[in-house]
């Protein structure tokens, strides 16, 4: 007979792993990676809560933590750089090999399709910072960079830009652009 250890083990394992390699995401981000598996993920956080392994607080419901200090102030814990990049992964989670948390200014690097690429958000105001931080990136990756305008891409100098996009944190709808599409905007 088969456990239900055995049944949900490696999605569970897969789930905590997103929790504590971004330390936060929602269930909607889990829902477009795990994509017809809405029970299963419901049943995988109810359990992941209950076991201490991931918190929540009353707030923000949807949107779990690697620790339960979070909690305590999650608007600030609520990474929304984070949150906006892991909107950009889940629609490349069905190709991506293997995914993990990168260092400023990469939000998240990915492999899929035998190429890396670093997701990068660019704040309002901090196209200069990034523009900076940037050159010193490996030149290998293909860069997916997340602005909140789209004024801030004629601002932006960054190698190996694949394309440029506006994510909106509610609904996960991404606007994708190209070099060419902003040209001629």
Not at 19 to 40: A, G, M, S
Not at 59 to 81: G, H, V
């Amino acid at each position: 007979m088969i456990t239900r250890e055995q049944i949900y083990g490696k999605e569970a394992t897969e789930i905590l792993r997103y929790v504590t390699t971004y330390h936060c995401i929602t269930r909607n981000h889990l829902l477009r990676i795990y994509p017809d598996r809405e029970k299963q993920i419901d049943n995988l956080l109810k359990y992941l809560l209950r076991q201490g392994r991931i918190f929540t607080s009353p707030n923000t419901a949807d949107i779990f933590f690697d620790n339960s200090e979070c909690c305590s102030n999650p608007i600030t814990a609520m990474d929304r750089e984070m949150l906006a990049a892991l909107w950009v992964y889940a629609d490349f989670s069905d190709r991506a090999e293997y995914h993990y948390a990168g260092e400023f200014p990469v939000k998240i690097l990915f492999f899929a399709d035998a190429t890396a690429f670093d997701i990068i958000y660019v704040p309002e105001d901090k196209e200069a910072l990034i523009n900076c931080a940037a050159m010193q990136l490996d030149e290998d990756s293909k860069r997916i960079v997340i602005v909140e305008t789209m004024e801030q891409i004629d601002k932006l100098t960054i190698p190996n830009t694949a394309a440029y996009c506006l994510v909106n944190l509610q609904t996960g709808e991404i606007q994708y652009y190209t070099t060419e599409e902003t040209e001629e905007n």
